[in-house]
């Protein structure tokens, strides 16, 4: 029998069904989610942009009127505040328009610098407050803001390719933050409101800082306005010491042995700024600056001493005292080899100081001999001061008209005493001898033109 074979039917598969697990419908509504949420996104980013136009607009314009004016402070608050407080990052476009923004409230025309901001009296340095700064003050934090957060190729419009191919041989001038912007920012030294001039020195600082291809430009252009007040100008330029106050950062900064270049700075730029009668303004800043030359290469103390003395003044007694104190601080730090070539000179001045007729002045001079560092220089040499400081002493006690300062040249005398009792002596001696002389030779004199005087009365009569 033949096996009875069984008719396999072919069995057919279910069509796939969809899957309806939690972890499908999840994921289908995450999609659908986050496919929404880019919409929103986007349509925020799109208001927020818009927004941000519409007020950078309105404050790009000037406003004359009171209430406009407080409105435009009121959007740039609101423009800050946007900036502080957005987590994306502001774009090209944006940041293109922001800048015109500030530039257009920033870079205007000056008034001629208020004279009493270079009088060099602390009271006189505060001018009449700024009605424009209760605007310009927030544009400035908007412009440090913008500097912090982007980085450089955005701050210069580099940064996306469009602008690349658009723009393809942009000049450092045309950049968003240019050497022209620069240029530009450096002329608001010249500003009589010290909050704006501060305000520039941080930014300025803040950008020679982050720009380091603009450094070399920079400084030749600080240096352009410094050379303009000292030669060119009536010495009423403000924003001098805040220049200077940069130039203490970069000069710390300088590689020790100082390059050629610096040295010329520092004897044609920062010496003859001790010149001017405004010197009183930015004294602290440029004896900082200096001091700091002294301390990297100890030899340039003698040469800067050499040239503070040449300029020193007549009539200014306020300067007077401040180039002492400049001095003592030179002398703590400068090459003993220096020092010998300007010991005579420096300690002649300081002797003239001390017999001054005006207090401050004598009393500034006396006080140099409580500097236990300058001492110590000093007592190596002691025989080269001695002739000069003993007489300057010895005057003041018996000419001198202030109590005050015959009490401190009583103790400044005890002090040298005892450091070297002999040499005192000597010197007093000396001084005993030297007016003995001085009197014979007079009476001397005296009594050769009374025998001319009696011989030509007699050939008159005959």
Same mark, same amino acid.
């Given at each position: ?30 999609? $659908? ?19 941000? #136009? ?10 004359? @009127? ?5 409105? =435009? /402070? ?6 800050? #505040? !946007? ?11 944006? *940041?293109? +328009? ?11 025309? %000056? ?6 901001? $270079?009088?060099?009296?602390?009271? @006189? ?23 912090? =957060? =982007?980085?450089?190729?955005?701050? /210069?419009?580099?940064?996306?390719? &469009?602008? /690349? ?37 941080? !930014? ?11 450094? #070399? ?5 600080? !240096? ?34 100082? =390059? ?62 401040? *180039?002492?104190? &400049? ?20 300690? #002649?001045? !300081? ?22 560092? %300058? ?21 003041? *006690? ?15 005398? +005890?002090?040298?005493?005892? %450091? ?43």
């Amino acid at each position: 029998m033949g096996a009875q074979r069984k008719n396999l039917k072919p069995t057919l598969m279910p069509p796939p069904k969809q899957s309806t697990t939690l972890q499908f419908l999840f994921d289908l509504d995450s999609k $659908c989610c986050t496919s929404q949420n880019d919409d929103k996104i986007i349509q925020s980013l799109d208001s927020r942009n818009d927004e941000l #136009s519409t007020i950078i607009i309105y404050c790009t314009r000037s406003r004359l @009127d009171a209430q406009e004016l407080a409105l =435009k /402070r009121l959007k740039l608050t609101q423009l800050l #505040s !946007i900036i502080k407080t957005s987590v994306t990052p502001v774009s090209d476009e944006t *940041l293109e +328009i922001l800048l015109k923004m500030v530039a257009s409230n920033l870079f205007r025309p %000056l008034p001629p610098p208020y004279v009493g901001t $270079c009088s060099g009296e602390e009271d @006189d340095v505060i001018a009449a407050p700024s009605a424009a700064w209760a605007h310009l003050q927030i544009v400035y934090d908007i412009l440090l803001r913008l500097i912090n =957060k =982007k980085d450089v190729k955005a701050l /210069r419009g580099e940064h996306s390719d &469009e602008s /690349r191919i658009l723009n393809p041989g942009l000049s450092p001038e045309e950049h968003f933050i240019g050497r022209n912007f620069v240029l530009n920012l450096l002329a608001l030294f010249n500003s009589d409101e010290p909050r704006e001039r501060d305000a520039v020195k941080n !930014i300025v600082h803040r950008i020679y800082s982050k720009f380091t291809f603009y450094r #070399s430009f920079m400084r030749q252009a600080m !240096i352009d306005i410094l050379l303009q007040f000292i030669y060119e100008s009536d010495h009423r330029q403000s924003g001098i010491g805040e220049i200077l106050e940069i130039w203490g950062s970069i000069i710390n900064g300088f590689m020790v042995p100082l =390059k050629d270049e610096h040295k010329v700075f520092l004897s044609r730029v920062l010496i003859p700024l001790h010149k001017p009668k405004s010197m009183t303004g930015y004294h602290r800043q440029l004896a900082y600056c200096v001091s700091q030359f002294v301390q990297k290469e100890a030899e340039l103390g003698g040469v800067v001493i050499g040239k503070i003395l040449r300029y020193w003044p007549v009539t200014n007694c306020q300067k007077e005292v401040l *180039l002492i104190g &400049e001095i003592e601080e030179i002398v703590e730090n400068m090459d003993r080899r220096q020092y010998l070539k300007v010991a005579l000179p420096l300690w #002649s001045q !300081i002797a003239k100081c001390i017999n001054s007729d005006n207090s401050q002045v004598a009393e500034r001079g006396l006080y140099v001999w409580n500097n236990e560092q %300058l001492m110590k220089v000093v007592s190596e040499d002691i025989e080269m001061v001695f002739p000069y400081i003993v007489e300057a002493l010895e005057k003041n *006690l018996t000419c001198h008209w202030s109590k005050n300062v015959q009490e401190l040249t009583e103790n400044v005398k +005890i002090l040298l005493q005892e %450091l070297d009792p002999i040499l005192y002596k000597t010197c007093v001696e000396m001084i005993k001898i030297r007016e003995l002389t001085a009197r014979l030779e007079e009476n001397t004199r005296r009594r050769k033109w009374e025998r001319i005087e009696m011989a030509t009365l007699a050939t008159t009569k005959n």
